[in-house]
């Protein structure tokens, strides 16, 4: 880690001691805004909207199940899973928002160093700027679906290379501690999108966990006819992988695939009901999401092959084939 960038991390960790700075949306040209905690507005949003805004403002951390734990911002999640030989961390985001993860993670009783494996949902910015830093932080061994690595080759923030210390294929497994996790390739938001699910104890029961990679509602704007049928079909194997899983736990790597600030509002308000445990929100949202993709095909096709335009790009110059790193 450069000497600038750890000075940047830790006057932002000093920062938020002293106090929370407002949940606002930049004001065009300025730097994104950081902050400790959400407005009550945003807190109190059932179901929760997709605001971007959000993306960098603080989120409680909590116990979902077992020993599964959010240590995400409102909008980016991240996970925690905690083992007797260390723990996994699902999603690294953004440099500037480790310090409120950390923040997170030991207001739950663990340490972020004691991570390590470092895991990811998909090969964007939003996900996966901080592996590097988080490497240095915690010395986790990185591991990254193989179809993302060109994509993760490319993101190298400050200058420093994209650490890759295994690559996974479909199916894989990661163990630690007694836990594993399996995953699964579920491409269309990027080549290598990876959906992960694996089982925790809670109460005397087993439950089945599901956490989606990527959503195609981000992703509309791509183009699916029949000039391009790959983009159709990787969504159209995703679709079929995310109806063979098991799913009792419904999570995700943006909070309002499975609302977030819902469910944690009502999991405060009544502990003894976990609304964290929705397979009907999960079966709903994969059956949303294949009559998307439906009636995106049957728009486009019927509007006509895009016109050709430069470097490559589809209709209203987005690319034919998933979305670019953020």
């Not at 309002?256 to 949202?285: E, H, M, Q, S």
């Amino acid at each position: 880690m450069t000497v600038s960038r750890f000075l940047f991390t830790l006057l932002l960790s000093v920062s938020f001691c002293v106090t929370p700075l407002a949940a606002q949306a930049p004001a065009p040209g300025q730097p994104p805004v950081v902050s400790a905690q959400a407005t009550p507005q945003i807190m109190a949003e059932d179901p929760q909207t997709a605001q971007r805004s959000q993306d960098r403002v603080g989120f409680p951390g909590h116990k979902i199940i077992g020993n599964l734990y959010y240590v995400g911002t409102v909008t980016l999640c991240s996970y925690l899973v905690t083992t007797p030989a260390g723990n996994i961390l699902i999603n690294s985001n953004y440099e500037e928002t480790i310090p409120l993860m950390k923040t997170s993670i030991e207001s739950l009783g663990f340490k972020l160093e004691d991570t390590r494996i470092l895991l990811a949902s998909h090969a964007h910015g939003d996900h996966q700027t901080a592996d590097a830093l988080f490497k240095q932080m915690t010395g986790a061994t990185t591991m990254f679906m193989e179809q993302d690595v060109p994509a993760l080759q490319n993101m190298k923030p400050g200058g420093t290379a994209h650490p890759i210390d295994r690559v996974l294929k479909d199916g894989d497994t990661v163990s630690l501690g007694g836990t594993t996790l399996t995953a699964h390739l579920t491409p269309g938001h990027t080549l290598g999108t990876t959906t992960w699910t694996f089982k925790v104890a809670d109460g005397g029961r087993t439950y089945d966990v599901v956490i989606i990679g990527g959503g195609l509602q981000e992703d509309a704007r791509l183009v699916f006819n029949a000039a391009t049928p790959t983009v159709a079909d990787m969504w159209a194997s995703t679709i079929k992988t995310w109806q063979s899983l098991p799913a009792d736990v419904f999570l995700g790597a943006h909070s309002w695939f499975f609302n977030l600030t819902g469910k944690y509002a009502r999991f405060k308000a009544n502990p003894t009901v976990n609304p964290y445990i929705d397979a009907a929100g999960y079966r709903k949202y994969v059956a949303e999401v294949d009559l998307l993709r439906t009636k995106l095909i049957a728009e486009q096709t019927a509007a006509g092959p895009p016109a050709p335009r430069a470097g490559g790009r589809g209709r209203q110059g987005q690319p034919a084939g998933p979305e670019p790193a953020k």
